[in-house]
């Protein structure tokens, strides 16, 4: 199986700060990953997917980059409503396999 | 707009049987491959099984191999994850997705506990 090693597992910023989330395969897994925001008590929301691509209705300060084993979520402009938990996911080969996750609070 | 209703979870005894359902709405349901994803209490997101579009294909997670069947009926747009021979460990938050996980239902919790 193909790991997925999500850092940070924490992550502390304050309104307004750009910040950047890592995801980093075992294998190449090409572009084939995705982002998504999981916001308490509720299911997960798709916001990257295949590794740059931003999914339609979500807002232009959240963006994706990489390929083959290093990916990085960005968020240039950290607003409230981005406290959340954020996953990355590759879909290279099965089983699709899941990051363990980035708590995100503001500072 | 994309809507997926999970329905049929609950508490049942290890052992025994479960079938969700997954009602979609909003899209050609038998265009698009669909899935369904779990999650643990204060866990982390894991991949159950994956069928496609005209159910030709299906895909498992080693764990739930021969006990959990992924299946659909196009003309009902349903989506249905029929599960057997639960475990303690098959106790999450389960999730319909559409596609590569695309878009995602609000879950139902399954409990595996006697």
């Known amino acids: 199986d193909i790991q997925m090693t999500q850092s940070p597992s924490f992550l502390s910023a304050s309104v307004g700060d750009r910040v950047t989330i890592n995801c980093k395969a075992s294998?190449?897994?090409?572009?084939?990953l995705n982002w998504y925001q999981q916001k308490l008590g509720e299911a997960p929301k798709l916001l990257i997917y295949n590794a740059n691509s931003l999914q339609t209705g979500i807002p232009s300060r959240f963006s994706g980059s990489g390929s083959g084993t290093d990916f990085t979520l960005t968020i240039s402009s950290l607003q409230p409503e981005d406290v959340a938990t954020y996953f990355c996911?590759?879909?290279?080969?099965?089983?699709?396999?899941f990051g363990a996750g980035t708590k995100l609070e503001l500072k | 707009e994309v809507q997926l209703v999970e329905s049929g979870g609950g508490l049942v005894q290890p052992g025994r049987s479960m079938k969700l359902s997954c009602a979609a709405s909003g899209f050609t349901f038998s265009n698009y491959g669909m899935a369904w994803v779990r999650q643990a209490p204060t866990k982390g997101l894991e991949w159950v099984a994956t069928i496609s579009y005209d159910g030709s294909s299906t895909y498992y997670r080693d764990s739930v191999k021969g006990r959990f069947t992924i299946s659909r009926d196009n003309a009902k747009s349903t989506l249905y994850l029929q599960m057997n021979s639960l475990r303690s460990e098959d106790t999450a938050t389960y999730y319909c997705?559409?596609?590569?996980?695309?878009?995602w239902g609000q879950g139902v919790m399954v409990t595996v506990s006697s």
């Open positions: 997705t559409r596609g590569i996980l695309l878009n």
């Open positions: 294998q190449n897994i090409n572009r084939y």
């Open positions: 996911l590759q879909h290279n080969s099965w089983p699709y396999t």
